[in-house]
């Protein structure tokens, strides 16, 4: 497990799915039912970070909160666009209102991991 350039990560426990398949490394999470725990951000979720490794449920696993870090795509992105979780947690462009989690770094397509800077905030078409 290699935690990217980031300035904040936190570890916090994994509720309910296991984050445990090789594509669960590097997807958007956010806040399980109980503190510390998170599961996969599903699409319009508000995302806490982004998950640096996969682990079984209950098991402790970092999350990348702030700063530089790769990120699982499911469409293709572009340099610059403001990216928000699919219904699996897989980054995909932001098109309009609601939250976002990342700006992306580099270009890039369905099935490939890029860097990305976390961010977290709401988006307005207007």
């Keep these: 497990m290699a935690v990217e350039n980031l300035l904040l990560a936190k570890t916090f426990t994994v509720s309910g799915n296991d984050l445990s398949a090789a594509a669960d490394q590097y997807i958007f999470v956010k806040a399980g039912a109980t503190s510390p725990q998170v599961v996969a951000a599903a699409a319009s979720d508000p ?3 982004i998950s640096q490794a996969t682990a ?3 098991a402790g696993i970092s999350i990348g909160l702030e700063g530089i870090s790769k990120l699982r795509l499911g469409g293709t992105v572009h340099h610059g ?3 928000r ?3 699996s947690g897989l980054g995909v462009m932001h098109l309009g209102l609601g939250p976002y989690g990342a700006q992306a770094l580099e270009d890039g397509s369905s099935g490939e991991v890029i860097e990305v800077k976390i961010l ?4 307005s078409s207007s």
């Design 81 to 83: 666009s403001l990216l």
């Design 56 to 58: 079984k449920t209950t």
């Design 85 to 87: 979780a699919d219904a």
């Design 47 to 49: 995302t806490l970070g």
């Design 120 to 123: 977290t905030g709401l988006a």
